[in-house]
């Protein structure tokens, strides 16, 4: 059984340009879409608080107080500056 390509194509840099390139609206598709390559998701989200999308959402929700203002991704401990 061979393996299915990311739905956005193979190549990462396009399909984080794609999440930008619509406002919310493709921020939210990639989100939701490309599930497997984290730096496309952070992308995603980047472009919904870039625009304030993420905020009115979680206004809306009732839970603005808790939301991100600013988007990260974890890294492994053994990528990680060190502490200081």
């Known amino acids: ?12 840099r396009v399909a984080s340009v794609i999440a930008y390139s619509a406002w919310w609206a493709t921020g939210a598709l990639v989100w ?4 497997d390559r984290p730096a496309v998701r952070f992308h995603a989200m980047q472009s919904m608080v870039a625009d304030g999308t993420y905020k009115r ?9 808790g939301a991100l203002s600013e988007i990260s991704i974890n890294l492994p401990a053994n990528k990680r500056p060190p502490r200081t």
Request: aromatic share 4%.
């Open 32 to 35: 939701l879409i490309d599930r």
């Open 1 to 12: 059984m061979s393996e299915q390509p990311p739905a956005l194509g193979a190549n990462p």
């Open 57 to 65: 959402m979680m206004d809306k929700w009732g839970v603005g107080g």
